[in-house]
T-cell receptor, first 114, second 116 residues
Framework: AQSVTQPDIHITVSEGASLELRCNYS??????LFWYVQSPGQGLQLLLK??????LVQGIKGFEAEFKRSQSSFNLRKPSVHWSDAAEYFC????????????FGKGTRLSVIA | DTGVSQDPRHKITKRGQNVTFRCDPI?????LYWYRQTLGQGPEFLTY????????KSRLLSDRFSAERPKGSFSTLEIQRTEQGDSAMYLC??????????????FGPGTRLTVL
């Protein structure tokens, strides 16, 4: 069965500092991996996705993520955080293709301080 | 606005009552998903449709829950005899089913259910 672990429930960073959110997955085959962001009162928005090829993927809002098969990880990074990045971030894995239900982690809440 | 819409956005009900939620997917999207998100958790899959066919149901979907997509467009999720444990955010997502190996799931804003 697929599973996703996000070890950090809550992270606080200073505006302008770098950010890394951790995600570990469990899946027997090649995973389809996603990062979503959820702001209060908003739906989930896709930041980026990985299927195959280059293991460093670029997303929207200046985010990137690196797939490391040996570590079963797909960590999200941003070099310089903006106050508007404060939100809940979810890592998710899909089986076979993205056209199947996703399995989400429990999320990491990001707070940004001045 | 051509995004996924859900109605109502908020619902407060008393235990034992029935509730129904509606989801309107992005037009031409033939896949529609329902997820449930409780406090402090990520979304959990409930069920999904391809056109009007319900392809899969999660074990989370007890017999009090039923979902339909009668004409392959909008979908409804009904919960009968609500329990306090049903309090959650119910999310709907849709995607196309084209030749691409992946079609992004677009999420609606959700319906927040509170069962008193």
């Amino acid at each position: 069965a697929q599973s996703v672990t996000q070890p950090d429930i809550h992270i606080t960073v200073s505006e302008g500092a770098s950010l890394e959110l951790r995600c570990n997955y469990s899946y027997g085959a090649t995973p389809y991996l996603f990062w979503y962001v959820q702001s209060p009162g908003q739906g989930l928005q896709l930041l980026l996705k990985y299927f195959s090829g280059d293991t460093l993927v670029q997303g929207i809002k200046g985010f990137e993520a690196e797939f490391k098969r040996s570590q079963s990880s797909f960590n999200l990074r941003k070099p310089s955080v903006h106050w508007s990045d404060a939100a809940e971030y979810f890592c998710a894995v899909g089986a076979y293709s993205g056209n199947t239900p996703l399995v989400f982690g429990k999320g990491t809440r990001l707070s940004v301080i001045a | 606005d051509t995004g996924v819409s859900q109605d109502p956005r908020h619902k407060i009900t008393k235990r034992g009552q029935n509730v129904t939620f509606r989801c309107d997917p992005i037009s031409e999207h033939n896949r529609l998903y329902w997820y449930r998100q409780t406090l402090g958790q990520g979304p959990e899959f409930l069920t999904y449709f391809q056109n009007e066919a319900q392809l899969e149901k999660s074990r989370l979907l007890s017999d009090r829950f039923s979902a339909e997509r009668p004409k392959g467009s909008f979908s409804t999720l009904e919960i009968q005899r609500t329990e306090q444990g049903d309090s959650a955010m119910y999310l709907c997502a849709s995607s196309s089913d084209g030749p691409s190996s992946y079609n992004e799931q677009f999420f609606g804003p959700g319906t927040r259910l509170t069962v008193l």
